[in-house]
């Protein structure tokens, strides 16, 4: 692992730690925001507004951070989240306008959020007074409207003013692009779109097959500490960064697993599912060492990390009821074995890529 | 270069603007007007007026779609292509306009948004980071050896033709224009042969411009022989000769400069031919080689050949005019067909001329011809 290129500094790790921690952090912010204006019962549709903004703005993020390219990708993202969640909620759910358009500014506003984190995590600027001036507006605007709308509004105002803040560095660099780069743009956009099914397939298919939605997604939890830690680490050689994760990952999940009982203590986790939570707990803690090797294969062969996040993406979504037709009991296993797997093959590609 | 010129079309006269088509003022303007389309989106919105809100937030769309671009090509308004990332224009002009740029991409979905985002963007200024991550742009080479040039009050006459002269060949119209400017200043004596180079060059700007500075350099070249001229008049002797020799100098300078009317130039060299046959006749013992070269010089210009070809040979003969009067004779012999003279000439010169030949490889008026005339001559 002592390349020529070893220490290498890139905005990789950033990224994918992103991939996972934008979301998980927009979706606790959102939940605060509800929270205080009184509101109940909206997290699928907060769910929904993060997963469209995610799926849309995380092709334009990885372009922004890798090619510093803002413009048509971003109009296009912040576009496509905000026309559909408007279409979704407004159209299919039939929400009142004042409501459907806040939260589709909200979506599209965090799509615009991460192609700005992406331009900080390329240009290794740190996003942390936007975002932190953005709360504090979003806050103040929540408290004004109130509501649902309110709320979304707020969470829409907050991410645009932080992610039109983080943003404007590639913008003062107008990026020609050559017609032969067409295809490594296209491949890195989807590696960005990889890395969003990713993030969203396990929550996801547990919704679609209506399964216990709120397990997976306060699982996710348990990898906060080490996805920080990857956005935070520099220059570190992939395979001592991921095993020095899977030691943090270790104690995070056993701290999870201590105060197990909390959760369903609160109300968030039927009492009976608590023992789907802890597998899915286990299954989170692989998470970070999972986007480590993403990360370095995003550096070195593309293709690899778009594989690699592919197969995640696909065994979060089959691998649990596949498992649960073959044997009722099983089928929470899949959360913890996707995981796993994801890791392995994520694990091989990058050491045949060194062989 | 010597006829007269018509006007020209292109526009050379006085300062050029930045070709910049979008001034900080313009980009300010629009992001103003933008702001008050955008509160009156905010209260549509407030009222419940979504089909208002809707037009008006199309109408700023399109007014921001529509905007006057920097045109590309133009030197400044993009970076060069090929650069995946260029240094960031960090000014105040390059702010606002990223602003714009961005809010271009943001502003359609998220509006009212976005215009509070370019707004906390443009308070906020370029963050300190970024300055410091992205170091100022490097500087313009050929800018940096103007300024120089500028600054440098007293140049060797090669060293500005040469420096001038990259700038010439390799710079954008704006560098072109002031290397032309630096090259008219009355200081600089180099100038006028850097101006006979740019009346011929291929840029028609170029050569437009240098003609338009052409008048002021011959004025000052005539007002200076004028001077001496004077200075000339009342005396004598000794100190007349020095005056006469002073005067036939700047005339030859004025005459050979190339950027003088033809017919002006005539008179110069025919004054200068009457001096420097003063010169020579007055001189007394061993001659003066330098009129005589001068002599030969002025009346193969006129056409007199042999009167030129006499006075050369004289200059020659005595050994002390160097290369350029064997060139100038060598000149006279051959436009005077007697081509068995030339090659005695060489074979009479041979180690000088090659020497010269040598010496003056590239930059010598007269090396390319010699070492043809040193090859084909018989040793």
């Known amino acids: 692992m002592t390349g020529p290129d070893a220490p290498r500094i890139g905005p990789e790790e950033a990224l994918v730690a992103g991939a996972w921690l934008g979301p998980v952090l927009a979706m606790l912010a959102g939940l605060a925001l509800l929270a205080l204006l009184g509101v109940q019962g909206e997290f699928l549709t907060l769910l929904i507004v993060v997963a469209l903004s995610l799926l849309a703005g995380a092709p334009a993020a990885v372009l922004a951070a890798r090619r510093g390219l803002v413009g048509w990708p971003l109009g296009l993202a912040t576009g496509c989240a905000g026309l559909s969640a408007f279409a979704l909620f407004h159209g299919l759910d039939g929400l009142p306008v004042a409501q459907a358009l806040a939260a589709a500014l909200a979506s599209a506003a965090l799509a615009l959020l991460w192609v700005g984190l992406g331009v900080a995590a390329g240009f290794g600027l740190s996003p942390v007074p936007g975002l932190a001036m953005g709360a504090l507006a979003g806050v103040v605007l929540a408290w004004l409207i109130g509501g649902v709308a309110g709320a979304f509004g707020g969470l829409a105002l907050g991410a645009a003013l932080a992610g039109f803040l983080a943003a404007m560095p590639a913008a003062t660099v107008p990026v020609r692009l050559r017609p032969c780069e067409a295809r490594a743009l296209a491949i890195q956009a989807l590696a960005g779109l990889a890395l969003a099914l990713a993030v969203l397939a396990g929550p996801f298919s547990a919704y679609l097959l209506d399964g216990p939605v709120m397990v997976v997604t306060l699982a996710l939890l348990a990898a906060l500490p080490g996805l920080l830690l990857l956005a935070a680490s520099r220059g570190v050689a992939p395979l001592a960064l991921a095993t020095g994760l899977l030691g943090l990952q270790a104690l995070a999940v056993a701290l999870g697993l201590v105060v197990g009982g909390a959760p369903a203590a609160a109300g968030w986790v039927p009492a009976e599912a608590l023992g789907d939570y802890r597998l899915a707990l286990l299954g989170a803690g692989f998470l970070p060492v999972f986007a480590a090797l993403v990360a370095a294969l995003l550096g070195r062969q593309v293709l690899g990390a778009v594989l690699a996040a592919l197969l995640l993406a696909v065994l979060s979504a089959v691998l649990g009821p596949l498992l649960g037709l073959v044997q009722p009991g099983l089928g929470p296993f899949g959360a913890l074995a996707a995981p796993v797997l994801a890791t392995g093959f994520a694990f091989w590609l990058l050491a045949r890529g060194e062989a | ?379």
């Not at chain 2, 000014?91 to 606002?96: D, I, Q, T």
């Not at chain 2, 007349?240 to 950027?259: I, K, M, P, V, Y």
């Not at chain 2, 006499?310 to 020659?316: F, G, Y």
């Open chain 2, 1 to 379: 270069m010597a006829s007269p010129v018509p006007p020209s079309p292109v526009p050379v006269a006085g300062p050029r603007r930045q070709p910049h088509a979008l001034a900080p003022e313009g980009a300010a303007l629009i992001l103003a007007g933008l702001a008050a389309g955008q509160a009156l989106v905010v209260v549509a919105l407030a009222l419940g007026w979504w089909l208002a809100a809707l037009v008006l937030h199309l109408g700023c769309c399109l007014a921001l779609l529509l905007r006057p671009t920097p045109r590309p090509g133009l030197p400044g308004s993009a970076p060069p292509a090929g650069l995946l990332r260029a240094a960031p224009r960090l000014g105040e002009a390059g702010w606002s306009g990223a602003v714009l740029r961005l809010l271009g991409a943001t502003l359609p979905v998220l509006g009212p948004l976005a215009m509070l985002g370019a707004l906390a963007a443009l308070a906020l200024g370029v963050p300190r980071r970024l300055r410091r991550v992205a170091p100022a742009q490097p500087e313009d080479p050929l800018d940096a050896r103007l300024e120089a040039i500028a600054q440098a009050r007293e140049l060797p006459e090669g060293l500005l033709l040469e420096s001038l002269g990259d700038v010439l060949r390799w710079g954008h119209a704006r560098q072109k224009a002031c290397a032309l400017e630096l090259a008219a200043e009355p200081g600089r004596s180099g100038g006028a042969a850097l101006l006979r180079l740019a009346l011929s060059d291929a840029d028609p700007a170029v050569r437009a411009r240098a003609e338009l500075l052409r008048p002021q350099v011959e004025r000052r070249l005539l007002d200076a022989a004028e001077a001496l001229r004077a200075g000339a008049r009342g005396q004598s002797g000794a100190a007349g000769r020095t005056a006469q020799r002073a005067l036939a100098r700047a005339l030859d300078r004025a005459a050979f400069s190339g950027l003088l009317e033809p017919p002006r130039a005539a008179a110069c060299r025919a004054e200068a031919a009457e001096l420097w046959q003063a010169l020579a006749e007055a001189a007394t013992n061993g001659g003066d080689a330098e009129a005589e070269a001068a002599l030969g010089r002025n009346l193969l210009a006129l056409g007199d050949l042999p009167s030129a070809r006499r006075a050369l040979e004289a200059a020659v003969t005595r050994g002390a005019a160097g290369a350029c009067a064997i060139g100038w004779l060598a000149e006279c012999l051959f436009r005077a067909r007697d081509f068995a003279a030339l090659e005695a000439l060489v074979l009479r010169w041979r180690p000088l001329l090659e020497a010269e030949a040598r010496r003056a490889a590239v930059t010598g008026p007269h090396a390319a011809a010699w070492r043809l005339w040193l090859a084909e001559a018989p040793r």
